[in-house]
């Protein structure tokens, strides 16, 4: 079957390279970060928006995944130690949202107390993050950034958010995460979004459009699990030919997703260009295509490799109209989405 849909998919992308001229995104060269200009640059792009409301613009019939949507890596690392090894990101979740971001990779561990209690804290490798970057500052929580999320839509109901869930903990009882999971979810199910099929922008403003990259040991079905996202860790750092890999989210609708986060910056960028440059995202494909990198080396350091990859990303025309997808970044700030978002034709 994935053999099956991987040659359909062949086919459509050199069906569209013999109709149509493809803008291209060329390889720049290395940058040393987002200057001043290109910040200038990218907020005119898309002034007339808010970053906080830009989906208010976005037809209601629009599916999701049709939509070129900003999103940030490894969300709630903001306050995490050692920042230099396990940062990616120097907004928080409230943040990021007001920035304009709409995707968000929630990466989640059980915490149980000495009483038992259990609840999901937001980890990164080795390293737990925190509420704050006070040395005193307790551990994140899931509740903690639900409550920023929901603030958010609250305030800006036109807007929805994709939240990707992943089991980050290694050693942790799949089925203690999920009951814990849904433990949150059911405090406010008017909020989710949790059907595996996608939707249309009208049917989830002001709501969280939930996606899952961890097993259903539970039972709870294909109506709570939201969109089923089980890529592979793209851990390789020997380049393929084919950066992407498909899954299937249902029998109708697929995934496209490139991560290798283990490339070095150049052929970070290559694969990252050759994924919009091929992109087939549309009504039945979900396309997440990562910009963010922990580079090829023992021990990296992701803000310089966002540095430049960002300030590349700022160089290049994104073609209006041209679907994306959803465009995942490290480091993300309000320039970047907007020049992201404002690829959409509104």
């Not at 960028?269 to 091929?278: D, G, I, K, L, T």
Request: aromatic share 8%; proline share 3%; hydrophobic share 40%.
């Amino acid at each position: 079957m994935k053999k099956r849909t991987r040659m359909v998919a062949i086919i459509l992308i050199l069906a569209l390279v013999v109709t149509a001229v493809p803008t291209g995104i060329a390889l720049m060269g290395a940058g040393s970060g987002i200057t001043s200009q290109q910040r200038e640059d990218a907020m005119a792009e898309a002034s007339q928006f808010s970053a906080a409301s830009w989906m208010s613009a976005v037809d209601d019939q629009m599916k999701l995944t049709s939509v070129n949507i900003p999103g940030t890596h490894d969300s709630a690392t903001a306050h995490i130690t050692p920042g230099y090894f396990l940062q990616c990101q120097k907004l928080g979740i409230s943040d990021q949202l007001y920035a304009g971001f709409r995707y968000l990779d929630i990466r989640l561990a059980v915490d149980e107390d000495k009483e038992g209690n259990v609840s999901l804290k937001f980890i990164h490798a080795f390293g737990n993050c925190r509420k704050t970057g006070a040395p005193s500052s307790g551990t994140l929580h899931l509740d903690d950034v639900l409550s920023d999320v929901y603030a958010f839509l609250d305030a800006n109901p036109s807007e929805t958010v994709i939240f990707v869930v992943k089991d980050e903990g290694g050693e942790d009882d799949p089925a203690a995460f999920e009951t814990a999971f849904f433990s949150y979810l059911d405090q406010k199910p008017d909020k989710w979004y949790t059907a595996n099929t996608i939707p249309t922008i009208g049917e989830v403003r002001g709501r969280i459009v939930l996606a899952t990259r961890f097993d259903d040991v539970n039972g709870e079905g294909e109506d709570r699990m939201g969109l089923i996202t089980h890529w592979s860790q793209q851990e390789n750092k020997e380049v393929i030919d084919d950066p992407q890999e498909v899954v299937p989210i249902n029998e109708g609708e697929m995934l496209y997703v490139q991560d290798r986060f283990k490339y070095g910056v150049q052929d970070k960028w290559a694969a990252f260009a050759q994924s919009m440059n091929e992109s087939m995202a549309g009504d039945i494909v979900l396309s997440l295509n990562f910009l963010s990198t922990s580079g090829s080396g023992s021990a990296g350091h992701p803000k310089s490799y966002a540095n430049t990859l960002n300030a590349q990303l700022l160089n290049t025309n994104l073609e209006t109209g041209r679907c994306y997808g959803v465009i995942i970044v490290d480091f993300g700030e309000e320039a970047l989405a907007r020049h992201i978002f404002a690829s959409n034709i509104y």
